[in-house]
């Protein structure tokens, strides 16, 4: 009972102190998510972030990895955020609910950026983090310059090639995904779409040779084996490679709603001609 | 009635194996499936049957084989029904020796490297056993040495995998314990055929020690039986068919125990006709749960165990009865 009491009492004084600071932009902040990691080094002021999540580190997924190296790492557990004593804390949609829900208990304020969804959904996801960090102005420039971009890039064919999107464990994305607008703003089709797949979901390696891509594009292969990327190099996806298909990558600038987004689209219009 | 037998599920395997050819995501018509086949008729059509079904219907035949025949192979030397390689942890050892192989790159660095390294597994695992079950195999002594290896196999091969720097690692503990035959491919074929094939060949060469054996230990030594030869054949002839199953399709459990149980009355108990029966009454059940498998859950990749399990550990349990009636 006076462990309880004594836990509200601090609960209670971490609030007030969380509160006063939300007054003006965040002074410290600390990202926990590898997209908000990239949006909040793109926007934020020296200084401002005090660290950005261990995957930012990793080189297989992380698109500003440079940038990242200078920043010190978490590993997203509450206690450790909570140590650094941050005024905001960005997180992902699906970031475990319970270290966002402790961190609010705490006091400590938690903001949670959805997932991006489609290239239309990325300068309103620039703003946001604009806004949280008291950066709009700059935010501002940010987005707009890549809505420009964009429509300069956005490619409209008369013959789109079909293109397949090959991940491990034979997961592909559909309609209503970054992947298949990356796909359709380079000029190509989605197979996925064809074989009746909304969102996400697995093809059958099967069902995928059939539909006879034009392109195969591979998710990438992580360090370490498993089994669930053998199907990436399977004999009959080699084979349909060799006679049949192109081949591209799907890596790191694939992965987050941020302007690297344009270097995907851009290297897939290379891989088309 | 063993040559009725042997007919009978030599029938049974080249009827499954033709259905486990035309059963498939991909929809095709049987006409189609064999031109593809057998003429090479449409790319797509070609590497489907010739890529993807075949060496899957192959593996299911030849690891269902490997599984019955080590089965037998173990319940006839070790004279106790309870005895088979999934049970008893050889199974889960060899996915350890596999998983090791793979995460410290040493299967991608050698191409023998995943087979030997989950025989390795199996060898420590089946010599472990019988040296604690003794030659009279002791059903209390080695269902409890069984379960220590399995826990333990069990335990490493989740370490292992939650090390490794790969995302996808961890989410593949199900598929070492269970097994599953999705989406493998011919080198699978290649890397377990020469295993398997030498284990198979020289214990269906051991069938008159077997025999010689059911008479007693001091018998068969009389009858010329080379007892301790007959020890290390064994372990690795079993090991080296059960590592090389495992290291491609995972641990797939109760094979090597419904089927010489199913077929024992039909050879008349004779260890040495039982083995080459289970060989075939193993390809089988693995085939026909495979083909399960697909048709169950047709985009999901069900796990071969878990069919395997759901026939096998009520016969087991059943066994265990049985045992207890007779006293341990």
Not at chain 1, 5 to 31: D, H, I, K, M, Q
Not at chain 2, 176 to 193: F, P, Q, Y
Not at chain 2, 194 to 206: D, E, H, K, T
Request: with cysteine; proline share 5%.
């Amino acid at each position: 009972m006076a462990l309880r009491r004594a836990s509200n009492a601090l609960a209670a004084a971490l609030a007030f102190w969380g509160g006063v600071a939300v007054a003006g932009p965040p002074e410290r902040v600390v990202s926990i998510n590898l997209c908000t990691d990239q949006l909040a080094m793109l926007l934020a002021e020296p200084g401002q972030l005090v660290s950005i999540s261990r995957i930012s580190h990793d080189p297989n997924v992380s698109v500003m990895r440079e940038e990242a190296l200078r920043y010190p790492i978490n590993h997203g557990q509450a206690e450790e955020v909570f140590a650094l004593a941050p005024d905001l804390v960005l997180a992902g949609q699906f970031t475990s609910s319970y270290t966002v829900g402790l961190l609010r208990r705490l006091g400590v304020e938690v903001a949670q950026l959805p997932i991006v969804t489609g290239l239309d959904q990325i300068p309103g996801a620039i703003r946001e983090v604009g806004r949280l960090l008291g950066r709009d102005a700059h935010a501002e420039m940010l987005a707009a310059e890549f809505s420009a971009d964009l429509a300069g890039l956005r490619a409209d064919p008369d013959r789109r090639p079909r293109a397949a999107l090959h991940y491990a464990n034979n997961y592909t994305s559909g309609d209503k995904s970054l992947a298949n607008d990356i796909l359709t703003a380079a000029g190509f089709a989605n197979i996925a779409l064809e074989a009746g797949l909304s969102g996400g979901g697995t093809l059958p390696m099967e069902r995928l040779l059939m539909l006879m891509p034009d392109l195969i594009i591979s998710g990438q292969h992580y360090p370490g084996a498993s089994r669930s990327e053998s199907v990436l190099t399977h004999p009959a996806m080699n084979a349909l490679r060799d006679r049949h298909s192109g081949s591209a990558l799907s890596d790191a600038e694939w992965v987050c709603g941020t302007p690297a987004v344009l270097r995907a689209i851009t290297r897939l219009q290379e891989a088309g001609e | 009635m063993t040559r009725v037998l042997a007919l009978v599920l030599i029938a049974l395997i080249a009827v499954l194996f033709a259905l486990s050819l035309l059963i498939g995501p991909a929809g095709l018509s049987p006409a189609t499936s064999l031109a593809a086949l057998i003429r090479g008729e449409g790319l797509a059509e070609t590497l489907v049957m010739r890529e993807i079904r075949l060496p899957r219907a192959i593996l299911a035949a030849m690891i269902g084989a490997a599984l019955g025949l080590a089965g037998a192979a173990m319940q006839g030397y070790l004279r106790n029904p309870l005895a088979e390689p999934g049970l008893l942890g050889v199974s889960g050892s060899a996915a350890l020796g596999a998983v090791i192989a793979l995460q410290t790159g040493f299967a991608a660095h050698f191409t023998l490297g995943l087979p030997l390294a989950a025989l390795v597994g199996a060898v420590l695992a089946v010599g472990l056993i019988i040296a604690l079950a003794g030659p009279r195999g002791g059903a209390l002594t080695l269902i409890l040495a069984g379960i220590a290896v399995s826990a333990l196999a069990a335990a490493l091969t989740a370490l292992v995998l939650n090390l490794s720097p790969n995302p996808f690692a961890a989410s593949e503990i199900m598929f070492w314990m269970m097994g599953s035959l999705a989406d493998r491919s011919m080198t699978h074929v290649w890397l377990a055929a020469p295993f398997i094939a030498l284990g198979a060949a020289v214990l269906l060469a051991q069938g008159r020690a077997f025999d010689a054996l059911t008479l007693g230990e001091d018998s068969a030594a009389s009858l010329g039986v080379n007892l301790s030869r007959l020890r290390l054949v064994l372990v690795l002839a079993v090991a080296s068919m059960v590592g090389a199953a495992t290291a491609v399709a995972g641990a797939v459990g109760f094979v090597g125990l419904v089927v010489p149980h199913i077929l024992r009355p039909f050879v008349g108990a004779r260890p040495s006709s039982l083995l080459w029966a289970s060989a075939l009454g193993g390809a089988v059940l693995v085939l026909a749960a495979d083909i399960a498998v697909r048709l169950v859950l047709p985009d999901r990749d069900l796990k071969l165990g878990v069919l395997t399990a759901i026939v096998g550990a009520p016969l087991f349990l059943h066994l265990v009865y049985k045992t207890r009636v007779q006293g341990l």
